[in-house]
């Protein structure tokens, strides 16, 4: 299970925060009052509950004073499946517990199936650690120790253990070795007295005595047939006891025959794993060094063209600036030139429109050519005056016809006739009249066929004018309008081709100043890269320029002579070991890892071993152990049976005794004593009974438990002998006190141990339940600022130790030291601030 982040809705000073955890550890950093250790109590608020307003708990609600919601939500990682644990306080005693896996709901028994066994109670003694709980080894016992692996490691094992204890308290109620006022003591005192008793009463009779002499006798030998079955079931026990052990005395045994490898000093694997780190780190730089000059170091081709630009820098910098001030021509060109020629362009396109008959080559008329034009307009209109001038009046079109002036003459004639009645008369006038209009009539065709002629000359003229100078066709032009509307296409023109003429001597210059780059230039580089080849060799001279500083030769022959002492270094150390190279040192190194896990391992098994291990050493095979239990087995079914035949017997001679006695005292007594013996032996049996219950439940509990005990406490010692250095050794409980054992073989109390120490034996036990019991109750450690009292060397052990062990277990840890923090990796260290609430 893999906290990856909680949601709170309001707990103490934290009020609508998201946060995001590490799967692995999650280290949280704030100074005080940033709200660590509240957060700690928000995460075992959600899984288990809120404290409760009872005695000191109640400082543990966090009850929000700046928020109306009271809880939130805690993310989880299950078998890479996410569970959402949403926990909310309503009223008083209210509270709203929902579980849901992805986005599904969950029932709340499959959620208590999830984190069983762990209860409430139990997380807080084992999986959260703060200033409190590690004041508990101060007090643990191994029978604590052994409780909690029980309670983990079976389930329902909670239950049985407090029926243990009640059946250890019920037997504590009915005897106790130095009990006087105990149901079975007192009757044990009692029994005495009666036996005394019956004893006097028997003297006084000789048959009776006789009887008891018997008795006696018999008592004597079943004593004796009880002592030897005694002795004889003791036997059987012990050696059931070492059938079991054989297979742990064989592991003994070949451990025993293991040979190890000589052991490296922590200090000299501390010097071998610095000197690793320093090769490590000179070859790097070395390589980066190397790498540098390299790439610093010019090619033959390089050289070569460093050569040639040398050569022509002057001029190829002249070029440059030329390209940048025809850069500038190209930019005013583009915003001032360009524009410019397009409104005249547009002005020209105008004038063509509104004007019919201008073109774009038309030029306006000088002054003479303007009189020309003139004068050649008002002799066509002189020309058509002269000609109405001389016909008086310009006649119809129908007296121009010959018809008309015969039909004239003949009237003329004939109004003569009719009046003079001569008719003669009326013929010489007919005549006349006819002559003259016949004149008259050529007269007036010649003077307009003159007139025509001259306007015809003179409109000619004109339109040989117009044609020459592109005037359009037209005798009544306006010509001043004509001659204004000319003079700005002109001036038009004129500005269109100036600006034309710009652009063209940019593009003039431009081709002059790529042919003069292209001649300067290698050939496979074209005008255009210039810039670009220019830089190139800029860097190409700063590259020379540093080469020849010899600053990286330098440092890299620098380098190489530490690397050659530190090479030294090592290789006399690995000499020291009689290995050649690194990698067999550090297999030396895992292998003495092994070698004291084996050791470790043979000592326990040496310390199960211990009482009966001379006994083990005299057996040769399991086999020679089978066929005594089975011989001691029937030799005591004989015994029994014997015993048998005795207490029959017996009960017969007792039988006599009793017809023997004079009165009815000595059979009260009797009686009063096998009312006790039963008494006695009910009260035994009640009493044993409750022991051997307590005890098969402990037995019972630790065999379900894995027998995890003894491994969490070996486990306990490798951290705890790691924790500090090697200073400490050993962890005994010595009368139900914890005690230590340093390499010098002094043993200390845990009371006399410094705070730290105790601190650090405290933390190496609770990683060491938290890893055994792994496998059933995988629940996240929180640790609240456990380091404070640990100095430098043994907090570097203590993270790195969290760091490994995060592999098998998520631990969270606070702490307000950052020189603590900074010991972890920066990913997996959460910082605290003021705008965190």
């Known amino acids: 299970m893999r906290i ?101 709901p969950v029932a709340l028994a499959e959620y208590q199936d999830l984190i069983a066994p762990m209860t409430a109670t139990l997380f807080g003694q084992t999986n959260f650690i703060d200033r409190t709980t590690l004041d508990q080894v101060y007090q643990l016992t191994d029978d604590q120790l052994l409780e909690a692996i029980m309670t983990v490691g079976a389930v329902g094992s909670k239950d049985w253990l407090q029926l243990a204890h009640q059946f250890t308290n019920n037997a504590d109620q009915m005897y106790r070795p130095r009990g006087k006022k105990l149901v079975l003591n007192q009757l044990l005192q009692q029994s005495g007295e009666l036996q005394t008793h019956l004893t006097d009463l028997a003297h006084e009779n ?35 006891h070492l059938l079991q052990l054989w297979p742990q005395y064989q592991k003994w045994q070949e451990l025993q025959a293991t040979k190890y490898q000589p052991e490296i000093a922590s200090a000299d694997w501390q010097h071998f794993e610095k000197l690793q780190q320093q090769l490590q780190s000179q070859q790097q730089v070395q390589a980066n060094l190397q790498a540098q000059q390299a790439q610093l170091q010019l090619s033959r081709a390089e050289q070569t063209q460093l050569q040639y630009y040398q050569a022509h820098a002057t001029e190829l910098h002249q070029l440059q600036a030329t390209k940048q001030q025809l850069d500038f021509t190209a930019s005013q060109i583009q915003q001032q030139v360009k524009p410019q020629q397009q409104e005249v362009e547009a002005q020209i396109q105008t004038l063509l429109q509104q004007t019919d008959g201008l073109q774009a080559t038309t030029q306006p008329l000088s002054s003479t050519e303007l009189s020309t034009y003139q004068q050649l307009q008002q002799e066509i209109k002189d020309t058509k005056a002269a000609a109405k001038a001389v016909t008086g009046v310009d006649l119809p079109a129908t007296f121009s016809k010959p018809s008309v002036v015969v039909v004239l003459s003949l009237l003329v004639g004939g109004l003569t006739g009719g009046i003079s009645h001569n008719w003669f ?58 001659q204004t509307q000319a003079a700005q296409m002109s001036h038009y023109q004129t500005r269109l081709v100036q600006l034309q003429e710009q652009v063209q001597q940019y593009q003039q210059a431009l081709d002059h ?34 080469l020849q500083q010899q600053q990286l030769t330098d440092q ?225 450690l929180l640790i609240d600022d456990a380091l404070v009292d640990c100095d430098q060397v043994r907090r570097s052990n203590i993270v790195g130790l969290i760091q490994e062990l995060a592999a098998t277990t998520q631990i969270i840890y606070t702490c307000t030291d950052i020189h603590t923090a900074n010991l972890f990796a920066a990913s997996n260290v959460l910082q605290l601030g003021k705008d965190d609430h």
């Open 4 to 104: 990856t982040g909680v949601k709170i809705f309001g707990f103490g000073c934290w009020v609508d925060q998201t946060l995001e955890f590490q799967p692995d550890y999650q280290v949280i950093w704030g100074n005080n009052e940033s709200g660590k250790t509240t957060l700690l109590h928000f995460i075992r608020s959600i899984l288990f509950g809120f404290a409760t307003a009872r005695g000191h708990k109640k400082y543990l609600q966090y009850i929000p004073h700046n928020s109306s919601q009271y809880g939130g939500e805690v993310y989880l990682t299950v078998d890479q499946t996410p569970w959402t644990v949403r926990r909310i306080k309503k009223g008083k005693k209210n509270e709203e517990l929902s579980v849901f896996r992805g986005s599904e």
């Open 206 to 240: 000789q048959d009776f005595q006789k009887l008891a002499q018997q008795v006696t006798q018999i008592q004597s030998q079943k004593k004796q047939l009880q002592k030897q079955i005694t002795q004889q079931q003791h036997q059987l026990d012990q050696q059931q």
């Open 425 to 482: 008369l009326a013929g010489v006038i007919f005549l006349l009249a006819l002559g003259l209009s016949w004149w008259g009539l050529h007269y007036v065709r010649r003077q307009s066929q003159v007139s025509e002629q001259k306007v015809a000359a003179a409109t000619t003229a004109l339109q040989q004018f117009q044609t020459k100078h592109h005037l359009p066709q037209t005798p009544d032009l306006d010509i001043l309008t004509w």
């Open 513 to 546: 100043w790529r042919q003069q780059t292209q001649n300067q230039l290698p050939d496979a580089i074209a005008p255009a890269e210039l810039a670009h080849y220019c830089q190139r060799m800029e860097k190409l001279q700063q590259r020379q320029e540093q």
């Open 556 to 780: 890299i022959a620098d380098l190489q002579q530490q690397h050659k002492q530190t090479q030294a270094a090592l290789i006399k150390l690995l000499q020291q070991y009689h290995v050649t190279t690194a990698e067999e040192l550090e297999q030396l190194h895992r292998q003495n890892l092994a070698d004291v896990q084996q050791r470790e391992q043979q000592r326990v098994l040496q310390q199960t071993l211990k009482t009966a291990l001379p006994q083990l050493q005299q057996i040769d095979t399991n086999t020679t152990l089978e066929n005594q239990i089975s011989a001691l087995q029937t030799t005591i079914q004989t015994d029994q049976k014997q015993l048998a035949v005795l207490n029959e017997q017996q009960a017969q001679w007792q039988a006599e005794q009793q017809h023997l006695a004079d009165d009815n005292q000595f059979a009260q007594v009797q009686q009063e004593v096998e009312f006790n013996k039963a008494a006695i032996q009910e009260t035994f049996t009640q009493w044993l009974s409750n022991q051997l219950a307590a005890l098969w439940i402990s037995t019972t509990l630790n065999q379900a438990s894995s027998n995890r005990y003894p491994h969490m406490l070996a486990r306990a010692q490798q951290f705890f002998a790691r924790l500090t250095n090697q200073r400490y050794r050993k962890i005994e409980f010595i009368k139900q006190e914890l005690a230590v054992v340093n390499a010098q073989k002094d043993r200390f109390t845990v009371r006399e141990l410094s705070r730290g120490t105790a601190t650090q034996l405290f933390l190496a036990f609770t990683l060491a339940f938290a890893l055994e019991v792994a496998d059933l109750s995988a629940m996240p």
